[in-house]
């Protein structure tokens, strides 16, 4: 997969190149300061051989499927891959009792990072899954139970250190669980699941900031978005 895909600073340049041209022959390419014309021609076939670049019968070299989709991914001024926040499902699971109290599911994390933590499930979206089949998924693995899924907005968090270092950066996807059933877990492999009114919810400890604040964007019924920067001390994370 070309997100897993570890290339030479040499051939990120010839990646660049090819990113503004349909195709080049080998002389068209401008090469890297300092490489000789064998290193050169190493890095190119290197490239060929990972999918990223073919060459066609005319010996014009060009960017393949795969190649296009890596390279545009690049700072083309920094010349490498620009990393980018993390994507996301958040899933809210509600249920009312009896008495007409709302209550939510809320997992403690048993692993890390912001281990011990208490907060809504959260979990990466996988690559091609839709938002609300990727939630779905979450809730299944980590809860046993389905439910009507609805996209209500997006969160996004950035986490940082008390002295201001980025740990993370997140844009998750509110998703609203409702009309839950199955066989629920109470735990599974990386945490504790446990049903609580927002009132004791707030009262955890430790806690994600702000779960009443995307509750209530949740429970609006229309597409939210939230904005969160958040401090953490490092023992937290």
């Keep these: 997969m070309s997100h ?22 080998f002389a068209e390419l401008q090469k890297p300061k300092g490489l000789t014309s064998d290193h050169f021609t190493f890095h190119i076939g290197r490239l060929v051989e990972l999918g990223l670049v073919e060459k066609s019968s005319h010996g014009k070299y060009g960017l393949t499927t795969l190649g296009k989709e890596y390279a545009n991914r690049l700072d083309t001024d920094e010349r490498k891959v620009e990393r980018q926040g993390k994507i996301a499902v958040l899933v ?18 048993l692993k890390h990072p912001y281990y011990g933590f208490h907060g ?65 877990m109470a735990k599974f492999d990386g945490g504790e699941n446990y049903w609580h009114t927002m009132e004791e919810v707030l009262t955890l400890r430790p806690i994600f900031v702000s779960m009443d604040e995307v509750a209530e964007a949740v429970l609006r019924k229309g597409q939210s978005f939230i904005e969160m920067a958040c401090d953490y001390e490092p023992e937290e994370y």
């Design 4 to 25: 897993e895909i570890k290339i030479h600073e040499a051939q990120t340049s010839i990646l660049r190149e090819l990113l503004f041209l349909p195709t080049a022959g």
């Design 92 to 109: 809210v699971p509600m249920r009312t009792r009896p008495d007409g109290v709302r209550e939510y599911m809320v997992q403690k994390r």
């Design 120 to 184: 809504f499930m959260t979990g990466k979206l996988r690559w091609g899954e839709t938002v609300l089949i990727g939630a779905a998924r979450e809730l299944e693995e980590e809860t046993g139970l389905r439910g009507d899924l609805e996209v209500r907005g997006v969160c996004h968090k950035i986490d940082y250190t008390k002295d201001g270092m980025l740990l993370e950066d997140k844009h998750f996807y509110m998703v609203e669980a409702t009309n839950l059933e199955g066989d629920f």
